[in-house]
């Protein structure tokens, strides 16, 4: 997971709360694709869109499994809004 988020960095965008929450609940649920489609149904053409997907593609390089990836984006939510 550290190899991820050394990867991935400090988000340039602060996720919403809810947005957080959803997409970790999709993610653990349901996986990778189903998280990205998700993103991409309420995202689509946005900088926050294009931030999801790439973390999500770089916790599946790093073969992190979903549940894992959601861990991720919560600690990187947590660091965008300190950043801010």
Not at 51 to 68: A, F
């Amino acid at each position: 997971m550290e190899n991820a988020l050394k990867a991935i960095g400090v988000p340039e965008i602060a996720f919403k709360e809810n947005l957080v929450r959803d997409i970790r609940k999709v993610l653990a649920e349901k996986g990778y694709d189903a998280a990205i489609v998700s993103a991409e149904q309420y995202y689509l053409g946005t900088d926050v869109n294009a931030e999801l997907v790439r973390i999500m593609m770089v916790c599946r390089r790093y073969g992190l499994d979903p549940v894992s990836a959601a861990q991720v984006l919560n600690i990187l939510s947590s660091k965008a809004s300190v950043e801010e």
